[in-house]
């Protein structure tokens, strides 16, 4: 039986990464909410209650690196009033949903649950945008 060798490739250290003026760094979720009028004290309640919990779970297991929450007021009628922050290591963070799953479920008791509680605070606030960014550090020189 004869085998075949396939033959060397040669593999350049050279890359566009190696030329470029940074690195990469963590994933941040940013999530545009507006709270509708009056409803700031609610709303924050509802954080503290809920998603502070649950983002202190996923901290714990190491799927998050931090978290926090920005508020102002709006620039426009359709603006955000509030970003909520989460810092992932990284993008292949953000596919691990069994630790993310258990998480949850050790917070809200099922994800039927939390889904309720979702739509709950739509009552009380609007998810109006949501960006994956990843963060790009400069190179020392």
Excluded: C
């Excluded at 998603?51 to 929450?69: F, P, R, T, V």
């Excluded at 359709?78 to 050790?106: C, S, V, W």
């Amino acid at each position: 039986m004869a085998t075949a060798t396939a033959p060397a490739r040669a593999t350049q250290t050279s890359s566009l990464d190696d030329e470029g003026p940074w690195t990469t760094g963590s994933v941040s979720s940013v999530e545009f909410i507006r709270v509708k009028s009056g409803r700031d004290l609610e709303y924050g309640r509802s954080l503290a209650k809920t998603w502070k919990k649950a983002m202190d779970e996923h901290k714990k297991n190491g799927q998050i690196l931090s978290y926090k929450i920005l508020a102002g007021p709006p620039s426009t009628r359709d603006d955000f009033t509030h970003l909520l922050m989460i810092e992932f290591p990284n993008y292949a963070a953000l596919d691990q949903r069994d630790r993310a799953d258990a998480g949850i479920k050790k917070v809200f008791g099922s994800l039927e649950e939390m889904e309720e509680m979702l739509r709950k605070r739509e009552e009380i606030r609007e998810a109006i945008g949501m960006k994956l960014l990843r963060e790009m550090r400069f190179k020392e020189v």
